[in-house]
């Protein structure tokens, strides 16, 4: 008996502790679902709690009534047998009857919640932002065709705007995912999604891929960059910009031309090897006449690098782009640059990828980091 009041005593510390956890853990995670900052992510989080009240309400009583009834009518020493009984039709009634009023309660929210959040319910607007969001392995390619501008692991939107995303993918399922705007959904090759969204507050959210797609699925993260429209438009006419060409003669203008030659199979930049941004969900896309999906001249697989410098991360979030420690003077470019360790190995830092560059040497990383971070 006592081995048993103890374990009791130790299941209901654990409960406690475990559920703190949860509670206290969860609520300030930039990337936490319980900490919403727009109106389709908030929906969805309503749901959440709403299915949570009823759960923990049938939890509390079904487990109340079955701890009661251990404990109350537990066998005791010398006990006659219990009363034998067959049936008892007001029991059976209600505990059908109750589990259907429930779970009608629960259907209500959740049909609610799907109308909420549907594409019927994007609201109708001159200022939407339509945005194709492309899943390659592993990284995010954003394509903004009114602008017309390609960019890569940073989503720029306006606040207080709908974003109207296209989503697409060419290779494997992904699923896009920005807990704090809005919830999954699948990004499936042959079947384009479309989702919406709206950020309430200026800032920057994690965004990430959500379904298994590879070896490299848990570095697939973007940021979703959340401005002012007036910092928006700024940041659009800044990509809408040519590439900076580097100065003759420079260590830039070296990273230039070895540039050319190694890395163009896979990346474009206007201006030097690309004339124009496409939008991979026309020119990848198999459904469409005229496309060339195996074509890697005319099907990018690799991000464009037209702005690479403004961007803050490098290769789908496995690296930020720590452009104040890539100096490439400095002695230390190779310890303190995320972009110059990644030209060194991108194999090591990210196994599986694409990136198919010859071993560079430490020159030629310096000439390629003085390059492309220049290029803002
Ligand atoms: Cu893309 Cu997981």
């Known amino acids: ?28 995670e930039p990337a936490s679902i319980l900490n919403t900052q727009g109106p389709v992510a908030s929906d969805e989080t309503y749901l959440f709690w709403v299915i949570l009240v009823v759960a ?42 109750v589990p259907t009023v429930v779970l009608f309660i629960v259907l209500f929210f959740t049909i609610r919640g799907v109308l909420q959040v549907a594409p019927e319910a994007e609201p109708a607007s001159a200022n939407t932002v339509e945005v194709t969001a492309v899943g390659h392995q592993w990284w995010w390619e954003f394509h903004y065709d009114k602008y017309n501008i390609t960019t890569a692991d940073s989503l720029h939107v306006p606040v207080g705007t709908d974003i109207h995303v296209n989503l697409f993918s060419n290779n494997v399922i992904h699923s896009f995912w920005v807990p704090q705007l809005t919830g999954k959904t699948d990004v499936i090759p042959g079947h384009n999604n479309t989702k919406w969204f709206i950020a309430n507050k ?43 060409a580097p100065a003759p003669g420079s260590l830039a203008a070296q990273g230039q031309a070895l540039f050319k030659q190694q890395c163009t199979t896979c990346h474009g930049i206007i201006g030097v090897d690309a004339t124009k941004y496409v939008n991979t969900a026309v020119v990848c896309n198999d459904a469409l006449p005229g496309s060339s999906p195996n074509n890697t001249t005319n099907c990018p697989l690799g991000p464009n690098l037209t702005h690479f410098g403004s961007r803050d991360l490098i290769a789908g979030g496995v690296l930020t782009n720590n452009k104040d420690q890539c100096n490439p003077n400095s002695p230390d470019l190779m310890q303190t640059c995320n972009l110059a360790k990644w030209l060194q190995d991108p194999q090591a830092v990210k196994p599986g990828n694409d990136m198919a ?9 310096k000439s390629l980091v003085a390059y492309l971070e220049s290029l803002q």
């Not at 070896?215 to 590439?243: C, G, L, Y």
């Not at 560059?357 to 990383?365: A, E, V």
Request: hydrophobic letters at 45%; aromatic letters at 10%.
């Open 1 to 28: 008996m006592p081995v048993f009041r103890r374990t009791k005593r130790w299941l209901v510390l654990l409960t406690i502790l475990l559920m703190s956890s949860i509670f206290l853990t969860a609520c300030n």
């Open 56 to 97: 923990s309400i049938v939890f509390v009583v079904v487990e109340g009534i079955l701890l009661f009834a251990i404990f109350r009518y537990r066998e005791r020493p010398g006990m006659p047998n219990p009363r034998q009984i067959h049936g008892n039709m007001k029991l059976e009634l209600a505990w059908t009857a």
């Open 357 to 365: 560059i010859g071993q560079l040497s430490n020159d030629q990383i």
């Open 202 to 244: 200026v800032g920057t959210y994690i965004g990430e891929c959500a379904e298994y797609c590879g070896t490299q699925h848990a570095n697939m993260r973007f940021n979703v960059i959340v401005e002012t429209p007036d910092q928006f438009q700024t940041w659009i006419s800044a990509q809408q910009k040519a590439a900076v």
